[in-house]
């Protein structure tokens, strides 16, 4: 449904250029969800704004391919982009309160995204449709919700408001940025478990893009591990992380808190996307790093006997196996 390829953006700064996006390339397919996982800052949202068209200035995308269903998104003409975002592809962003008009009521809002793609229909068709979508969401009360503000929702509510009109017109790829940074525990289980059956019962495709590998591990057939702005290995989630190929990967797993077990930190910093390094960009934290480490930019190769499982990392070669997270994390703890 939708093949990435190479997709860089760049955002001009007092400083220098940052490099946000370098080169990302992954793949979503029909009736799958993709999880995009990393640390703050590695790009995750950046290059979802890139396929999306959000980029603003001072960013600019200055290379690569977003194919949706046959059509380059970064090719196409504004007005054709944003006619398919809201129809065809719908996106949940992290602070609904940020993705809704305070000063109108949530069914106008309804009404405009509704007649902005569909055309000309009355406000009692639009009303009907919005009605729909916030059952669809789980909202108890939806004309309530529809003749009120969203200075009168709380947090969930206002999050499933906003699942409703990304999805009001059927898309067949949601794009969820962070959808739950801002709610309770609770709260993200329900809007999570909502996603997933809206996807899955409608035979839809999603983009998840979280930093918790918990949430990745439960609702997504895919992941895609990002690293200062790069994609460091992507392939199925099951077998990444029960056997994790790269470095990073595996440090990001040793990471999460288990019962009666110690946690792993991760020694050094992010390097700086301005005075971006010449070779692998993790190679100044990694324990394993090589001297051709910190020269050479690893290039992205499969991961021996495993289909859509591909790495980028000179310690792995097409027929080896990766390194296990066990020895990578007692390596990371005696350093």
């Given amino acids: 449904m939708l ?6 953006t760049r955002f001009r700064s007092r400083r220098g250029v940052v490099h946000a996006v370098n080169g990302v390339s992954f793949r979503v397919g029909s009736s799958e969800i993709v999880g995009i996982v990393g640390e703050s800052g590695c790009g995750k949202s950046a290059t979802i704004r890139s ?42 962003a992290q602070n609904p ?31 009907d449709m919005a009605l729909q979508a916030l059952q669809s969401v789980g909202i108890s009360g939806p004309e309530r919700v529809l003749d009120g503000y969203a200075h009168e929702l709380s947090g969930g509510m206002a999050q499933r408001v906003v699942i409703g009109m990304a999805t009001v017109l059927g898309p067949r790829l949601l794009v ?43 609702y ?43 946690i792993g930190i991760l020694a050094g910093r992010v ?3 301005i005075d971006y390094p010449p070779g692998c960009a993790f190679s100044n934290r990694c324990v394993h790093a090589l001297d051709r480490c910190a020269r050479i930019v690893p290039a992205s190769r499969p991961v021996a006997g495993e289909d859509g499982w591909n790495v980028s990392c000179h310690l792995v070669s097409g027929d080896a196996d990766p390194l296990s997270r066990e020895e990578d994390v007692r390596a990371h703890r005696a350093g």
């Fill in 3 to 8: 093949e990435v390829e190479n997709v860089t």
């Fill in 51 to 92: 396929v999306l068209g959000l980029i603003q200035p001072p960013g600019e995308i200055v290379g690569g391919r977003a194919v949706f269903d046959g059509t380059d998104l970064l090719a196409i003409p504004a007005g054709a982009l944003r006619r398919l975002r809201g129809s065809e592809i719908g996106f949940v």
């Fill in 97 to 127: 309160f940020g993705s809704l008009n305070p000063i109108l009521s949530v069914a106008a809002q309804f009404h405009n995204l509704i007649v902005a793609h569909r055309g000309r229909l009355s406000r009692k068709q639009t009303r």
């Fill in 176 to 218: 969820a940025d962070e959808p739950t940074t801002a709610l309770d525990m609770t709260i993200q289980r329900q809007i999570l478990d909502l996603l997933q059956d809206l996807v899955r019962k409608r035979e839809r495709s999603m983009i998840l893009v979280t930093h918790d590998l918990g949430v990745v591990a439960q």
């Fill in 220 to 262: 997504c057939d895919r992941v895609v591990v990002m690293y200062a702005g790069k994609v460091i290995e992507t392939g199925p989630t099951a077998q990444v992380f029960a056997r994790p190929a790269h470095p990073y990967t595996q440090a990001l797993l040793g990471s999460v808190p288990r019962r009666g077990e110690e």
């Fill in 271 to 273: 390097p700086s996307l």
